[in-house]
């Protein structure tokens, strides 16, 4: 059985910071590659982060430079550090990982950034 879990999000105000953390149980985060995205009210699922298995990483324009994706494969964990926040972040944040031809998300974590 897959389990993704999720934690680490808050309320911060903006210019702070979170750092996000992707447990998986069933999965190997280390064989293939690896997501966060972020659901905000009203809006699709999008994009927000991607590392590979060689450790490649990939941003989207808005988090460029701010966020952070890493990984702990003894851990089997994958983190979002996020710095710099502002209101625009504030969204519901998922990983996400994949098991042969399926992809498995977590139950996500909500980030709320506001004075």
């Known amino acids: 059985q897959v389990q993704l879990v999720e934690s680490g999000g808050g309320l911060v105000q903006p210019g702070g910071s979170l750092t996000l953390s992707c447990a998986a149980s069933?999965?190997?985060?280390?064989?293939?590659?690896t997501g966060w995205y972020r659901q905000a009210p009203g809006n699709q699922r999008e994009l927000v982060a991607t590392?590979?298995?060689?450790?490649?990483?990939f941003y989207v324009g808005p988090v460029k430079g701010r966020f952070t994706i890493s990984r702990d494969n003894a851990k089997n964990t994958v983190y979002l550090q996020m710095n710099s926040l502002n209101s625009e972040d504030t969204a519901v944040y998922y990983c996400n990982g994949r098991r042969g031809d399926s992809i498995y998300w977590g139950q996500g974590t909500q980030v709320t950034v506001s004075s």
């Open positions: 069933g999965i190997n985060f280390s064989s293939s590659a």
């Open positions: 590392i590979s298995r060689g450790g490649n990483t």
